[in-house]
């Protein structure tokens, strides 16, 4: 269990990596801006209609940052997180928190917020028969096991019981172990209040989500775009510096690119490989590009027989050892992205959990290795491995059309690798939900708070919420338990980097590269920077 001190240490860990690599420019604070004028973004069509604890990709993420505020906030600067509705948060043994709310906020449409804002979400996420992604966040809390059984079991309670109203202001949240870190995971949207109308109209709020952060929704066409206004009433300090933002959805981010150029579109936070070698050239001081807490890797469909078979862990091992990473970030990425060594990220820096060089020879290109490993294995599953993406976003074609040719090299078989592009995010998204995917994914990881045990937790412990590929190991699973339940800081990460080296003996999934955030912006737009999420932070925006 790590100490009270670990998440504040962490947190500085990312601001001094960030310092001190930070290579991006712009983001001036010097234009004066129009409080009252919309800026207009680049943005993708989320997976599902909004709701905190059922959102769990970028797109719709990005909304929830708008629209809500939890009792933590990640500094747009340094990810630490910092209380925000909470006015404190106690505890003598770091099992048992109380949990008091700072008065004077209320959501848009005039409701108080309160601790039973919070308790009502929390127990609607946790609940079983609400069918909500992140439901996992709410693990750890007394109760859970009732409200969401292991697949099969029969839902006993719809609260958790781990949870109690105080009163107005202050609620308790009682854990099944020691979790020290817990408040500092607060800033989460799974973790959001919730206002009653969510609960008495669902259908309703569905359509037009009522929160309480500086932005409200206006409108919202899937396919088209989303308006979000300025919450003229907003009590929080971070008010909205611009009159709102219409996310505008592009199916390619090269078409978003061409808008901003042509003087359409006011923000991209995507900047697609294509146009990496002209982008310092095309916008100056108005293109970012900053270290962020993503990595990209490929998952596979565990689900699937043929990836889970004796033997398919030196199939895994020989496609990673097939894919020269270096040669890909350089020539497709123009080095915006670095050559993956752990399942981790930079961010965090060494004492905050990242540590290079975990993934050994395993993540080292070796066409020879990697040939002889995939033979040991018993061969590619079919003769032939599809490496699924979606091709709307991200520049991924590029990418996987590289790792291919990588693998196709190192295999002298043309044919032994080929790409799978889905039209769209939201279908790939589905697919991969609905468990359809036969062979390897793209799986980009997009840190939820900087803490090392959220790149391993979440995706490959045992029905996790993102473990898509849904990889079980009880070695895995009993090391993240014990790092959880480990009060030294040190002794905590040591725990869960044994945690990653089983994943690097099993290659539960292929570390690809770290990626930076990239944005750029018109020349009507200042103070633009993206957080250590690699999200603009757009109520920072000011629009002239």
Known sequence: MRGATHAKWVACAAAAALTATACGSGGSDSGSGDGGTVLSSSWGDPQNPLEPANTNEVQGGKVLDMVFRSLKRYNPETGAAEDMLAEKIDTTDSQNFTITVKDGWTFSNGEKVTAKSFVDAWNYGASLKNNQKNAYFFEYIDGYTATHPAEGGKQTADTLSGLKVVNDKTFTVKLTQKFSTFPDTLGYPAFAPLPQSFFSDHAGWLEKPVGNGPYTIASYTKGSQMELKKWADYPGEDKAQNGGVTLKVYTDNNTAYTDLMAGNLDLVDDVPAAQLKNVKNDLGDRYLNTPAGIIQTLAFPFYDKKWNTTGSDKVRTGLSRAIDREQ?????????????????????????????????????????AAKKLIQEGGGLPGGQVKISYNADTGSHKQWVDAVCNSINNALDNDKACVGNPVGTFADFRNQITDRKMSGPFRAGWQMDYPLIQNFLQPLYYTNASSNDGKWSNKDFDTLVNQANAETDTAKAVETFQKAEEVLRDNMAAIPLWYQNGSAGYSERLSNVKLNPFSVPVYNEIKVS
């Open 328 to 368: 890909i970030t350089d020539t497709i990425f123009q080095k915006t992205r670095t050559p993956a060594t752990d399942w981790t990220s930079p961010v965090l820096g060494e004492e905050g959990g990242f540590k290079a060089g975990l993934c050994g020879d395993a993540c080292d290109y070796d066409p020879a």
